[in-house]
């Protein structure tokens, strides 16, 4: 089959690998019809390099038809349209119980000290072959997968992989109250659909944050106000609308990558350029994040309120400001989505009205022979790129 693999910083490639087998009675094995680069794709591409091998596939937002499955599925048959969410579960375990699919313990990968098995996602997370291909093996396939309905395009259900149940959840951990005001920092996919979510549910009044243009236009419809951080302070405009007093809630949807930290920066590229042993001891211990966004949370929040991370962070030694934190008592909630627990909430609002404007949500819509340009053209944020499905 064509799959879309790592090959090093800054490079991927698509190539003919072995189809996926069914290696475990668990297991299925879907034909993938849409499938989604995402923001923390460019981690790979970039920063977290050094946990990658060449040739491993990418790829964690994947839809398709069942193809085959293994002899102990009994709840999905060859031909079922489904989405497979990009953390691995079992369903059975006390965190799958307790709604922590990303933390399951039939998955975890104890010996990187991470939580559940994610498709596509580096050493760090089981080293699953990913969904940018033509096939995906699915592995727990009891329960990693989500079934939807022939009725509608694949784009109105393929967000359920990561997209909606990541800012559901963001959403959700930043507890605001119905009316509050919430600044989004960030305006990619995630922040974007934050940025509806939080409009549609809690009748919020947003603020976004970014400092790309088309990025600042999508999300205006959905906002009290956007921030175009090369021109304005994000810390006035939210204390413009609060009576000096900062959000209810922020959430943070920019994650390591954030600009606006220039040493960090270096570090970071430093590091993806080392070989891989360094570059992950580096990345892991040594704290190169780039703390821009989280930073500007901690200023826009009020006291009392909250903060909700679902920007993804690496290293163990990055200079948080605790002092701040504490004196605000401010909550800070965080982790990768736990996709199972969102659906059944977000299902209902995947209709024909499409509040959450879910079918018009991609700017790209690629073959996987595309994919390696992509990336590059994702990662520059040029040519209005904000999200891209592939069609392999
Ligand atoms: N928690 C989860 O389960 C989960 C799931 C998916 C993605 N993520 C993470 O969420 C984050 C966002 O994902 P995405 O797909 O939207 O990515 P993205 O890279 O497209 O979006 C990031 C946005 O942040 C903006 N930005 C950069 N620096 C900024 C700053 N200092 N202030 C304000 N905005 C800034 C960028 O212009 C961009 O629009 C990533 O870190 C990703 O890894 C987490
Ligand atoms: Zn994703
Ligand atoms: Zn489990």
Known sequence: MRAVTWQGRRKVSVDNVPDPTIKESNDAIIRVTSTN???????????????????????????????????????????????????ISCGQCFMCDHGLQSQCETTQNRDQGTGAALFGYSTLYGEVAGGQA????????????????????????????????TAWQAVEYADVPDGGTIAVVGLGP??????????????????GV??????LDRARPYCAEVVDLRRDDAEEV????TEGRGADAVIDAVGMEAHGSPVAEAAQTASGFLPSPVGRAVMKHAGVDRLAAFNSAIAMVRRGGTISLSG????????????????????????????????????PLLTDE?????????????PLSAAPDAYETFQKKEDGMVKVVLRP
């Open 190 to 207: 995630i922040g974007s659909m934050a940025c509806r979510i939080a409009a549609h549910r809690k009748r919020a009044r947003v603020i």
């Open 210 to 215: 970014d400092l790309v243009d088309e990025r």
């Open 37 to 87: 680069i995402c923001g923390s794709d460019l981690h790979l591409y970039e920063v977290l390099g050094a946990f990658m091998n060449p040739g491993d596939i990418l790829g964690h937002e994947a839809m398709g038809v069942v193809e085959e499955v293994g002899r102990d599925i009994d709840n999905l048959n060859v031909g079922d349209r489904v989405v497979i969410p990009f953390n």
């Open 238 to 241: 939210v204390q413009s609308y």
């Open 354 to 366: 499409d509040p959450l404007g879910v079918e018009q949500f991609a700017t790209h819509r690629l």
């Open 312 to 347: 993804v962070y690496g290293g163990a030694a990055s200079p948080v400001n605790l002092m701040t934190l504490f004196d605000k008592q401010i909550q800070l909630r965080m982790g990768q989505a736990n996709v199972k627990k969102w659906i059944p909430d977000i299902l």
């Open 134 to 165: 033509e096939y995906l093996r699915v592995p727990q396939a009891q329960y990693t997968h989500i079934k939807v309905p022939d009725d509608a395009p694949d784009e109105r259900y393929v967000y359920l992989s990561d997209v909606l149940p």
